[in-house]
């Protein structure tokens, strides 16, 4: 699925082309490169662990569409 394309590197251009706005991207890196929890993941981007939890699903969604 894609959430092992995102952890194993895989998405490779599809991740440098992909729309995903600059919070996506920290938050996709933060939880799946970095390792980082939901929490972790809202201080490093100064937000709410609500809105890591946003901008990770739309990231998902994002990655998705430009996948399939």
Known sequence: GIRDLVRSGGLGDV????????KQ???INALYFEGLSGKETAGL????????????KQALKNLRYKVS
């Open 15 to 22: 991740y440098k082309d992909s729309k995903l706005t600059a």
């Open 25 to 27: 991207q920290k938050t």
């Open 45 to 56: 981007l100064n937000c709410t662990p609500a809105m890591v939890t946003k901008h990770h």
